[in-house]
């Protein structure tokens, strides 16, 4: 079984802070990674993906690949309470026609 | 349609029952995918769709899961005998535009009782 893993949080930071999320895989062949925010009650929302080693930004949000360490990352800045949410790290599967496979996520809380 | 959408948002259905689930997904995309959330269990692969076919049915827990998929776009997932450990939201997704990231719908939240 190709494992995708997560600490579960809570992850707590204040407000205006960064906050880290942290991802590993084992699967050393897979080539896309993602992140996706849930909100309690809603379905997974792609909030990033990267698919090269390196960093890749959008807005407050990079991404961070590192395949020799199997590691995948997500760094939020400026964080807000509207970003509390749980974080799923995704990675795709070569067979299953690249279906995903999700570590069980962390719980952010940014508290104001 | 420019999203994917999933019917019923919420069913509820005592066990032993059949149910079904629909996905409509984004049109013009021949990819799409159903996943499964419980409680703990995190999110988990059940089948994948090519068009109308299904290569890998290998995530379906077992028999009493079936699923299809007509004209290249609505799919339907049928659990037969619904057992109270189905209890979870199923989720379907489809790529958009011209990678292979996967936007999900708004899933059906089944709970057997």
């Known amino acids: 079984q190709k494992e995708v893993e997560q600490n579960s949080g809570p992850l707590s930071v204040p407000e205006g802070a960064i906050a880290s999320l942290n991802c590993t895989y084992s699967?050393?062949?897979?080539?896309?990674f993602f992140w996706y925010r849930q909100y309690s009650g809603k379905s997974p929302e792609l909030i990033m993906f990267?698919?090269?080693?390196g960093d890749k930004e959008d807005g407050r949000f990079t991404a961070q690949l590192n395949k020799a360490s199997q590691y995948v990352s997500l760094l939020i800045r400026d964080s807000q309470p509207s970003d509390s949410a749980t974080y799923l790290c995704?990675?795709?599967?070569?067979?299953?026609?690249?279906?995903?496979?999700f570590g069980k996520g962390t719980s952010l809380l940014v508290t104001p | 349609g420019a999203g994917v959408s999933q019917s019923p948002s919420n069913k509820v259905t005592e066990k032993g029952k059949d149910v079904e689930l629909r996905c409509d997904p984004i049109?013009?995309?021949?990819?799409l995918y159903w996943y499964r959330q419980s409680l703990g269990q995190g999110l988990e692969f059940l089948i994948y769709?090519?068009?109308?076919?299904?290569?890998?049915k290998s995530g379906l827990p077992s028999d009493r899961f079936s699923a299809e998929r007509t004209g290249g776009s609505v799919s339907t997932l049928t659990i037969q005998r619904t057992q109270q450990e189905d209890s979870a939201v199923y989720l379907c997704?489809?790529?958009?535009?011209?990678?292979?990231?996967?936007?999900f719908g708004p899933g059906t939240r089944l709970t057997v009782t």
């Open positions: 997704a489809t790529p958009r535009g011209g990678g292979d990231e996967q936007y």
């Open positions: 699967d050393r062949g897979s080539q896309s």
């Open positions: 990267i698919y090269s080693n």
């Open positions: 769709f090519q068009g109308n076919s299904a290569p890998d």
């Open positions: 995704a990675v795709n599967r070569r067979d299953s026609g690249y279906a995903l496979n």
């Open positions: 049109s013009g995309h021949t990819a």
